[in-house]
């Protein structure tokens, strides 16, 4: 199984690093966030899920190498042993552990081993970012990948709060500028 590279690695690092400054939507970041996860771990089956409020519940959003479909959102509650698990860091997951993390995302895979990180804001969810290998042979992540989807999880979470921001200001932006077309309409004013 082909390992991350030290180059790949840093020139990864530097990529991530920068990406949450970029103004951009959330559908943007999470496509942005799983091209880089799944570009970085390419043999890797990535899932990303987002926590809607209303729900209460991680709804699948987008995948690379896994069809969810038919996949369900998963329940604060059924996912919080994963959470509960993971705590500050990413949980390492292996298929002869406690939890059945294919059965808690509703993933209808064969993975083997898995990282999952939670994203989280002072201890409000985001999502739930989810990097996972199939196969027999050497399944482990090694020590530096499992730094490296640390810090991606990091920067996601940083990626995720600036597009909610800068989708935001654009909802706000777009109000002002109804509000100046009406004033314009009505009284032939322009702003």
């Known amino acids: 199984m082909e390992k991350v590279n030290v180059s790949n690695e840093l ?3 530097y990529d991530v690093a920068t ?3 970029r103004p951009m939507s959330q559908e943007q970041a999470v496509d942005l966030l799983l091209d880089k996860t799944a570009a970085l771990f390419g043999d890797s089956l990535v899932a990303f899920y987002l926590y809607s409020d209303q729900t209460a519940a991680f709804l699948p959003l987008k995948a690379s190498r896994v069809d969810l479909t038919h996949v369900s959102e998963v329940s604060l509650e059924h ?3 994963l959470l509960e698990a993971a705590g500050e860091h990413p949980f390492v997951w ?3 552990g406690d939890v059945d993390l294919p059965a808690v995302l509703g993933l209808q895979t064969t993975i083997q081993a ?14 739930l970012l989810c990097i996972a290998r199939d196969g027999d042979a050497d399944v482990d992540f090694t020590a530096s990948e ?4 640390e810090a991606l999880a990091k920067r996601s979470v ?3 709060v600036t597009a909610r921001s800068f989708s935001l200001v654009q909802e706000e932006h777009k109000h002002e500028l109804q509000h100046a077309r009406a004033l314009h309409d009505l009284f032939g004013i322009s702003l």
């Open 146 to 149: 499992q730094l490296l989807f």
């Open 158 to 160: 940083d990626a995720l």
């Open 114 to 127: 898995a990282l999952l990180a939670p994203l989280q804001l002072d201890d409000a969810p985001l999502g």
């Open 19 to 21: 990406f949450p400054m």
């Open 11 to 13: 020139l990864a690092l």
């Open 79 to 81: 996912a919080m042993p």
């Open 94 to 96: 292996r298929r002869d």
